[in-house]
Nanobody
Framework: QVQLTESGGGWVQAGDSLRLSCAAS????????MGWFRQAPGKEREFVAA???????YYADSVKGRFTISRDSAKNTVYLQMNSLKPEDTAVYYC????????????????????WGQGTQVTVSS
C-alpha cells in the first residue's frame, strides 16, 4: 500500500511562488508516474502536471510555462514548483501515483491513478 503526503500549500498573492511536495511511502515502484491535480470549489478535479519515467513530463495548457514538476527519486518525492501564481490557481491540489508509467493522454486522466494524497490548499489572492 502506498501512502502519499502533500505539503507546501498556503496563501499567497498573485505573482508569488509556491512549491508543493508529495512524499510517497510504503510500497514503491522502480518506474511509475505521478501527477498533480487540483479542484476548485464547485468545479471538477482537473489535471495540472505529471511526470512519468521514462516517458517525460506533461502540463495542462493553463500552467505551462509557470509550473514545473520534478522528482527526487532518492526521497520518493515529487515537487510542483508554481511560479507567477494567479487567483484562478486557487484550489486544493492533490498528488496521485500511477504504478505503471504512461504517456500524456493516460497521465492526464484522474481515473488512471492508483493512489491519492489528502490534498493541500493553495489560495492566491489578487
Amino acid at each position: 500500500q502506498v501512502q502519499l503526503t502533500e505539503s507546501g500549500g498556503g496563501w499567497v498573492q498573485a505573482g508569488d511562488s509556491l512549491r508543493l511536495s508529495c512524499a510517497a511511502s510504503g510500497r514503491t515502484f522502480s518506474n511509475y508516474g505521478m501527477g498533480w491535480f487540483r479542484q476548485a470549489p464547485g468545479k471538477e478535479r482537473e489535471f495540472v502536471a505529471a511526470i512519468s519515467w521514462p516517458y517525460g513530463t506533461y502540463y495542462a495548457d493553463s500552467v505551462k510555462g509557470r509550473f514545473t514538476i520534478s522528482r527526487d527519486s532518492a526521497k520518493n518525492t515529487v515537487y510542483l514548483q508554481m511560479n507567477s501564481l494567479k487567483p484562478e490557481d486557487t484550489a486544493v491540489y492533490y498528488c496521485a501515483l500511477r504504478s505503471r508509467p504512461a504517456g500524456s493522454t493516460v497521465m492526464s486522466r484522474a481515473w488512471n491513478y492508483d493512489a491519492w494524497g489528502q490534498g493541500t490548499q493553495v489560495t492566491v489572492s489578487s
